[in-house]
Nanobody, 126 residues
């Protein structure tokens, strides 16, 4: 299983970025996908998840209303659209995948995921 996260960068507060997570080595539409982030000196935070059908979504309170997770199963890719970015969103963002036995299953914590990508840095200067 390989997960390749991309799309990070430097953006001013109030700006937007779209992260992508491209998967290979799995039957993508059998997997729930999540995003987690690690900021310097802070605990890891799980920020978003999407069921394999795309019909169920989860967001951390800190990003609700600003971030949108979506997936394109034909492209084996999940996206995290991040709007109204704040300095506190600065972190390395990781995507994760785990098998989901039914279409509506969500996994909303890091410990529930077996496969992780390498991370992409998002920096929002204060």
């Amino acid at each position: 299983v390989q997960l390749q996260a991309s799309g990070g960068g430097l953006v001013q507060a109030g700006g937007s970025l779209r992260l992508s997570c491209a998967a290979s080595g799995i039957t993508f539409d059998d997997y729930v996908i999540g995003w987690s982030r690690q900021a310097p000196g802070k605990e890891r935070e799980f920020v978003a998840a999407i069921s394999w059908s795309g019909g169920r979504l989860h967001y951390a309170d800190s990003v609700k209303g600003r971030f949108t997770i979506s997936r394109d199963n034909a492209k084996n890719t999940v996206y995290l659209q991040m709007n109204s970015l704040k300095p506190e969103d600065t972190a390395v963002y990781y995507c994760a995948a785990d098998v989901a036995p039914w279409r509506t299953l969500l996994k909303v914590s890091d410990s529930e995921y077996d496969y992780w990508g390498q991370g992409t840095q998002v920096t929002v200067p204060a």
